[in-house]
């Protein structure tokens, strides 16, 4: 069975600094993998995804995360963190495009100024 | 293009009460997802509808059930409200049959009283 795991309730970064929002997935199959972002009274909006190819991922605003397989992991990162950024956010993992999606119980991003 | 819409965005309701929740998808996508949110579980997998069928079916009792119309507009209804139903309802589109891009509505809230 699929699983995904959010290392991390709630992460609190200075505004400028690295965020990095740790994700790791149990599939027995390769994975199509995803983050979302939700901001407070809002549905989810896609950040990036992964499904085959290159495993360095760039997604919007400034977001890229790392598929990689020996780790079964898939980390988002940005480089520079801005306060707009402050949301909750979710990792997410199927194995064939038409299962439906797994989430991590996701990871709340605190920016502080 | 408008987004997906979900009506009404807040409802209150009393226990043992149903409780039926639209969902409008992005103008020519044909398949409709239904997720729950809640702080304990997470984001859990309702069902999913792909022209009108229902496809793929989440671990929910059979309280929780759906339909799908002839325009993609889908609802889902819960008989018999119980506490443990207050969540936030999210519905999701898409206009392939594979779940790569996924596009959420903003929720209902539901709570129950």
């Known amino acids: 069975a699929q699983s995904v795991t959010q290392l991390g309730s709630h992460v609190s970064v200075s505004e400028g600094a690295l965020v990095l929002l740790r994700c790791n997935y149990s599939s027995s199959v390769p994975p199509y993998l995803f983050w979302y972002v939700q901001y407070p009274n809002q549905g989810l909006q896609l950040l990036l995804k992964?499904?085959?190819?290159?495993?360095l991922v760039k997604g919007i605003n400034g977001f890229e995360a790392e598929f990689k397989k020996s780790e079964t992991s898939f980390h988002l990162t940005k480089p520079s963190a801005h306060m707009s950024d402050a949301a909750e956010y979710f990792c997410a993992v199927t194995y064939s495009g038409n299962t439906p999606l797994v989430f991590g119980k996701g990871t709340r991003l605190s920016v502080i100024a | 293009k408008a987004g997906v819409t979900q009506t009404p965005r807040y409802l209150i309701k009393t226990r043992g009460q149903q409780v039926t929740l639209s969902c409008s998808p992005i103008s020519g996508h044909r398949s409709v997802s239904w997720y729950q949110q809640t702080p304990g579980q997470g984001l859990q997998f309702l069902f999913e509808?792909?022209?009108?069928?229902?496809?793929n079916k989440g671990n929910f009792p059979g309280r929780f059930s759906g339909r799908q119309f002839s325009n993609s507009r889908s609802e889902m209804n819960v008989s018999t409200l119980e506490l443990g139903d207050s969540a936030l309802y999210l519905c999701?589109?898409?206009?392939?049959?594979?779940?790569?891009?996924?596009?959420f509505g903003p929720g209902t809230r539901l709570t129950v009283t």
């Open positions: 509808y792909f022209s009108e069928t229902q496809r």
């Open positions: 999701a589109s898409r206009e392939q049959e594979t779940y790569e891009e996924q596009y």
């Open positions: 992964y499904t085959t190819g290159a495993t």
